[in-house]
């Protein structure tokens, strides 16, 4: 399966400021998503990263809190915007490739809010 | 609106023995069923799959049956071993891929 890297792995933040997280995939992936797993939640869809385009976002998930880009079919970042303790969570970044391939995630970005 | 179920937060099981995971959907949509693993710090790691064409599939040690007219579907782990403590997923999705998650259930297994 690809190895997918994420940027930071994790951070402190202060509320008011963005945070930028990276993944980056050693080969080219039909699809990526971004999901969000609060503390002792399950994991959530935030929205489909497409390439070259603006991303698909899940309900209660905005592109002004979290714009995301993919500019190509290895790399995506996701921002989170004007943070507050509420944003508290771990991000993660999840690929697809082709077919009837599962989806695989990298280790995620722990973000903790002031 | 949870779509995807697992009843039971966690469960202990002795090294050797048979553990069984559950899980329920409610969207008659969902055609495709995931199982991840989950150690601490991090991300989820794929398991075993199975298509809503199928009841069961196998890979060694894992089984993961399928009943759609129940909308249940379990993860049979034979035999645990002490590497098996994780949290486990439940995930489905429609022909979108986009994947709903279950809450998780933690396994322990004891020597």
């Known amino acids: 399966s690809a190895v997918i890297s994420q940027k930071p792995s994790r951070d402190i933040c202060q509320r008011g400021t963005s945070l930028t997280i990276q993944c980056q995939v050693d080969?080219?992936?039909?699809?990526m998503f971004w999901y969000r797993q609060q503390p002792g939640q399950s994991l959530t869809l935030i929205a489909t990263?497409?390439?070259?385009?603006?991303?698909?976002?899940e309900s209660g998930f905005v592109i002004d809190k979290f714009p995301i880009s993919r500019p190509n079919l290895t790399f995506s970042t996701l921002t989170v915007s004007n943070m507050s303790p509420e944003d508290s969570s771990i991000y993660l970044c999840?690929?697809?490739?082709?077919?009837?391939?599962?989806?695989?995630f990298g280790d995620g970005t722990r973000l903790s809010i002031l | 609106d949870q779509q995807v179920k697992q009843n039971s937060p966690s469960l202990s099981v002795q090294e050797g023995r048979i553990s069984i995971l559950n899980c329920d959907y409610t969207?008659?949509?969902?055609?495709?069923f995931l199982w991840y693993k989950k150690y601490p710090a991090e991300g989820p790691t794929f398991l075993i799959s199975?298509?809503?064409?199928?009841d069961k599939n196998e890979d060694g040690r894992f089984t993961v049956f399928l009943n759609k007219s129940a909308k249940h579907l379990s993860l049979h782990i034979v035999p645990s071993q002490p590497g098996d403590s994780a949290v486990y997923f439940c995930?489905?999705?429609?022909?979108?891929?986009?994947?709903?998650f279950g809450a998780g259930t933690t396994v322990t297994v004891r020597a």
């Open positions: 199975i298509s809503s064409i199928k």
């Open positions: 999840s690929v697809k490739a082709g077919g009837n391939q599962p989806q695989h």
């Open positions: 969207n008659s949509m969902f055609d495709y």
């Open positions: 990263a497409n390439q070259g385009s603006e991303a698909t976002y």
């Open positions: 080969s080219q992936v039909t699809m």
């Open positions: 995930a489905a999705s429609a022909n979108d891929y986009k994947l709903s």
